[in-house]
């Protein structure tokens, strides 16, 4: 018999406004303790020093992470020229310096190169395994660790201002995986000079925004009364971008207890033809749901819908 899991069953998503010096892990552990949840997790790491957009997950939310933490994401960031820091942010130690200092016209010139599928190597200091270890324990323990490029996707990358001659501001829009503190360090070199993100702020993961962002401090004010579970989003926020069908009551109840459904009658044919031409990918999963509430996710076989993921809601 497995361990029986300990705390209340919480569903739904929150977005959380990390706070600077505190890592993704702690920020989680917090925010789940003031909900008392029995399950969670977070769509995307965010460096100890970023702040910004942190989805949490809930209960059966917990399915449709990956669905966050694939979908686009947008950062705004400082990059200091001059100083080299063997993090790539300002909590490294400071590895090279140069007095060049890239002009507004220079850094214009230079962001068309970094936009579109590129090839790019992680800091050191990442989450990435190396041999079964976390590359940035070995580089805190003194060893020497080899990372290869991986191709990564910017959509945008644009100079948002520079605030003095050692500082500049920029918005970018990238899809999974990639690293701002990479992004500053390459484009400084390109630029001819060394760099490191000094400041980094996430805006939006998918349809997760800072519009709807709470911080820490408000959820422990709202944990003292009785609307905690007011600040939740709904188990489905991360899959407007699904094919959704909607079930009988019937075809629900099938689908829960994990068997197929058909879709072969007449009146199934404008339901089939609508998921056909939305879902591109034969091996795309489609949202199924009762009325408005979510139901599972499924893959459309030969005019049938097989449960893949069931929301147990």
Same mark, same amino acid.
């Given at each position: 018999?497995?361990?029986?899991?300990?705390?209340?069953?919480?569903?739904?998503?929150?977005?959380?406004?990390?706070?600077?010096?505190?890592?993704?892990?702690?920020?989680?552990?917090?925010?789940?303790?003031?909900?008392?949840?029995?399950?969670?997790?977070?769509?995307?790491?965010?460096?100890?020093?970023?702040?910004?957009?942190?989805?949490?997950?809930?209960?059966?939310?917990?399915?449709?992470?990956?669905?966050?933490?694939?979908?686009?994401?947008?950062?705004?960031?400082?990059?200091?020229?001059?100083?080299?820091?063997?993090?790539?942010?300002?909590?490294?130690?400071?590895?090279?310096?140069?007095?060049?200092?890239?002009?507004?016209?220079?850094?214009?010139?230079?962001?068309?190169?970094?936009?579109?599928?590129?090839?790019?190597?992680?800091?050191?200091?990442?989450?990435?395994?190396?041999?079964? $270890?976390?590359?940035?324990?070995?580089? /805190?323990? %003194? &060893?020497? #660790?080899? +990372?290869?490029? !991986?191709?990564? =996707?910017?959509?945008?990358?644009?100079?948002?201002?520079?605030?003095?001659?050692?500082?500049?501001?920029?918005?970018?829009?990238?899809?999974?995986?990639?690293?701002?503190?990479?992004?500053?360090?390459?484009?400084?070199?390109?630029?001819?000079?060394?760099?490191?993100?000094?400041?980094?702020?996430?805006?939006?993961?998918?349809?997760?925004?800072?519009?709807?962002?709470?911080?820490?401090?408000?959820?422990?004010?709202?944990?003292?009364?009785?609307?905690?579970?007011?600040?939740?989003?709904?188990?489905?926020?991360?899959?407007?971008?699904?094919?959704?069908?909607?079930?009988? $009551?019937?075809?629900?109840?099938?689908? /829960?207890? %994990? &068997?197929? #459904?058909? +879709?072969?009658? !007449?009146?199934? =044919?404008?339901?089939?033809?609508?998921?056909?031409?939305?879902?591109?990918?034969?091996?795309?999963?489609?949202?199924?749901?009762?009325?408005?509430?979510?139901?599972?996710?499924?893959?459309?076989?030969?005019?049938?819908?097989?449960?893949?993921?069931?929301?147990?809601?």
């Amino acid at each position: 018999m497995g361990r029986r899991r300990k705390g209340r069953p919480v569903h739904g998503w929150l977005v959380l406004d990390k706070p600077a010096d505190m890592t993704s892990t702690e920020a989680l552990g917090k925010v789940r303790r003031l909900f008392g949840a029995a399950k969670a997790g977070h769509a995307g790491t965010l460096d100890p020093m970023a702040t910004g957009v942190l989805p949490i997950a809930f209960g059966e939310a917990t399915k449709t992470v990956p669905y966050a933490m694939d979908a686009t994401k947008v950062y705004r960031f400082s990059v200091r020229w001059g100083e080299a820091r063997d993090t790539d942010d300002s909590e490294g130690a400071v590895t090279a310096t140069s007095p060049v200092r890239p002009s507004r016209e220079a850094i214009e010139e230079a962001l068309p190169a970094f936009i579109g599928e590129i090839e790019q190597l992680p800091p050191i200091y990442s989450a990435i395994k190396v041999g079964g $270890e976390r590359s940035y324990d070995l580089a /805190r323990d %003194g &060893q020497a #660790v080899e +990372l290869t490029p !991986r191709p990564v =996707r910017i959509d945008d990358m644009r100079l948002v201002e520079m605030t003095d001659a050692d500082h500049a501001v920029f918005e970018v829009v990238s899809g999974k995986g990639a690293y701002m503190r990479a992004l500053a360090r390459d484009l400084a070199a390109d630029l001819g000079t060394v760099g490191h993100l000094s400041v980094l702020r996430r805006l939006c993961v998918g349809p997760f925004t800072l519009d709807e962002a709470v911080t820490l401090g408000h959820l422990e004010r709202l944990a003292e009364g009785p609307d905690l579970d007011g600040s939740l989003l709904p188990v489905d926020r991360p899959l407007v971008d699904i094919p959704a069908v909607s079930l009988t $009551e019937a075809e629900a109840h099938r689908v /829960r207890c %994990g &068997q197929p #459904v058909g +879709l072969m009658r !007449r009146s199934d =044919r404008s339901r089939l033809q609508d998921l056909m031409d939305n879902a591109m990918d034969p091996d795309r999963l489609v949202l199924v749901r009762q009325g408005t509430q979510p139901v599972a996710l499924a893959r459309l076989e030969g005019g049938e819908l097989k449960p893949v993921r069931i929301l147990n809601l």
